[in-house]
């Protein structure tokens, strides 16, 4: 069974986050259920996937295309939304969700995400609070 996994925040650190999960969708090890970002539109998030400035042109099979509330990678839909609060993005359907916004830094503003379900949050950025551990990979 695939991990279900959602991405709040597009920004460099979601994009590469999704860079690497679609190396592990290809293999069914992993589902990419959610993105969300308050930034922009599916299309917008789209056209700056496929062509990032610095990793280069999407090419892993059929591109990328968008729809009002999906963003469509090589034929397989994901989830979009641009809400700002988290609460306001369905995200009942995640088994993880990474949380690449840089803005939730808290227990209490990620406790939404554990309300709707989810069973673990991985924050990309340092959580504020001492009593949550701080995980540095090659440091």
Same mark, same amino acid.
């Given at each position: 069974?695939?991990?279900?996994? =959602?991405?709040? *925040?597009? *920004?460099?650190? /979601? ?24 930034? =922009?539109?599916? #299309? ?8 990032? &400035?610095?990793? *280069?042109?999407? %090419?892993?099979?059929? /591109?990328?295309?968008? $729809? ?6 090589? /034929? ?7 809400? @700002?609060?988290? $609460?306001? &993005? ?10 690449? %916004?840089? @803005?939730? @830094? ?5 406790? $939404?995400?554990?309300?709707? *379900?989810? =069973?673990?949050?991985?924050?990309? $950025?340092?959580?504020?609070? #001492? &009593? ?5 990979? =090659?440091?």
């Amino acid at each position: 069974m695939a991990l279900r996994i =959602g991405i709040n *925040g597009l *920004g460099r650190i /979601g994009r590469l986050t999704l860079r690497i999960l679609w190396q592990k969708v290809s293999t069914g090890d992993v589902e990419l259920v959610r993105i969300n970002d308050p930034g =922009g539109d599916a #299309a917008t998030f789209a056209h700056l996937f496929e062509f990032d &400035s610095v990793h *280069g042109h999407w %090419s892993p099979g059929k /591109g990328i295309t968008a $729809a009002d509330d999906a963003i469509v990678f090589d /034929g397989k839909s994901v989830a979009f939304s641009a809400n @700002k609060a988290i $609460a306001d &993005s369905d995200w009942s359907g995640c088994d993880v969700v990474i949380e690449c %916004s840089g @803005k939730m @830094k808290t227990t209490e503003k990620l406790q $939404a995400y554990l309300d709707q *379900g989810v =069973g673990r949050v991985v924050v990309s $950025a340092p959580m504020k609070e #001492a &009593s949550v551990l701080n995980v540095v990979v =090659g440091v």
